[in-house]
């Protein structure tokens, strides 16, 4: 058994996105995502996936360089590895995280998300040649399948007249009755029992009718409402004491931790994260702000918080605090799914229903795409992953994107906005 990496293989590619709507702006037709493969001496390979942005390529490429001739079992190391790798400062300096919509962008931030795909890989080639699951490897499952949520989106019926896409049949979503619709297509193609609306695009009032008519047609069903900071302490104050009833938890409702604190503490309504708790540095203050603090549900996500290990140890955290737990999910494929499963899998106090773009995805990059049982995906007992690269569609995507003239190869909702209107500017915050 030779556990050495011998080669590392990076494929950015572009991936089909549709017309999703957010405080920002919209999904380009496409979005980058980086594809990483990790081959060791006995010719085992394993998988990654991350974001596929400029800024993570040029973190990336150096460091799959110094990562040849280590061992795919040093995981620790990945993170020295990292911090030998510069970061070119006009790529964090006041520059917001678009795609993630985690805060700041930060030197750090952006190591974690390039070192959370080169762990998944290594635990991927590390569970084939040992014959186990990733699962088993971060200590075994508590749970044979991973609950996941609906996430619906205010959506155009198409990218705009001309813009070159790909085609979906999801239709609109630009008023409470077409987010219901979407509602129930997810429930009925993927059986989704609780439902997620990306908010921030309509004012309050609207997003407010919207979540109650889902209230109306899902009866009991848990909800959730995420504008992504777009609203001032007082809108987020009146929207939570107007949905406080129907609520699983409100997300990210307002900017800053002493702001959400307020929310929390004078409403009683649960606030979760995955902007202002975006780093182990962030937790004190989130937690121990207010009476009951600023936050009581934490949305992890490996590819930013640095990998599948430092899921579980922010999940430990927030087990020490009661804090509950949760994931965040960003535009990705079935590798990213498939890892985020399996650590899911491995977390005891997981008790909501993760986040997932998948079923937005029309492409992938495996030879058989992840299945949704009963709004569940079943935890693979396979070595590895379990998931296989399908290297001819990874051939289309990456052609894709070398095609690609360098408008799609950096996502920018605002950009992709000016499109259907060219007056459109990024909001300020707070927005309402």
């Known amino acids: 058994m030779n556990l050495a990496v011998t080669d590392v293989r990076l494929t950015p590619i572009l991936v089909a996105d549709p017309p999703l709507l957010n405080t920002q702006g919209v999904h380009q037709p496409y979005t980058p995502r980086l594809i990483v493969e990790v081959v060791t001496a006995d010719g085992v390979t394993g998988l990654g996936e991350t974001y596929g942005d400029t800024k993570y390529l040029e973190l990336a490429r150096p460091f799959a360089e110094r990562l040849k001739g280590r061992q795919v079992s040093d995981l620790n190391g990945l993170f020295t590895l990292a911090d030998q790798v510069a970061v070119d400062a006009a790529r964090v300096e006041n520059a917001v995280d678009v795609g993630g919509l985690r805060g700041v962008q930060t030197a750090d931030k952006l190591r974690l998300s390039v070192v959370s795909a080169f762990e998944v890989a290594c635990l991927d080639a590390l569970g084939k040649t040992l014959g186990l699951p990733v699962h088993a490897l971060l200590g075994g499952k508590v749970r044979d399948a991973v609950e996941y949520s609906a996430y619906l989106f205010y959506k155009w019926a198409g990218h705009p007249e001309g813009v070159a896409c790909e085609k979906d049949d999801w239709g609109a979503a630009v008023d409470p009755a077409g987010v219901v619709e979407q509602a129930r297509r997810f429930t009925e193609r993927y059986g989704f029992t609780s439902f997620k609306l990306k908010g921030g695009v309509f004012p309050p009032d609207e997003e407010i009718a919207a979540v109650r008519a889902l209230a109306e047609a899902f009866p009991g069903h848990p909800l959730r409402l995420d504008p992504n900071g777009a609203w001032s302490l007082e809108t987020s ?120 773009h998948y079923p937005w995805q029309s492409e992938d990059v495996l030879t058989e795409r992840l299945a949704f049982e009963g709004g569940k995906v079943p935890v693979s007992d396979a070595p590895g992953l379990g998931v296989e690269l399908d290297r001819e569609r990874l051939a289309v995507l990456h052609r894709r994107w070398l095609d690609d003239d360098g408008a799609l190869r950096d996502r920018d909702d605002a950009a992709a906005m000016r499109v259907a209107d060219p007056e459109w500017v990024t909001p300020s915050v707070p927005r309402w």
């Open 237 to 356: 104050l009146k929207v939570a004491r107007e949905l406080g009833d129907v609520l699983e938890y409100l997300e990210d409702p307002t900017l800053g931790i002493p702001a959400m604190a307020e929310v929390a503490e004078r409403t009683g309504v649960p606030l979760a994260t995955n902007m202002c708790v975006t780093t182990f540095a962030e937790i004190k203050e989130a937690f121990t702000t207010g009476a009951g603090g600023a936050v009581q549900v934490v949305l992890s996500d490996h590819h930013y918080w640095g990998g599948l290990r430092n899921t579980q140890q922010l999940a430990a955290v927030c087990r020490t605090f009661g804090v509950g737990v949760s994931m965040h999910s960003n535009t990705h494929l079935g590798i990213s799914l498939a890892a985020m499963t399996h650590v899911a899998a491995t977390v005891p106090n997981l008790h909501h229903a993760c986040d997932s």
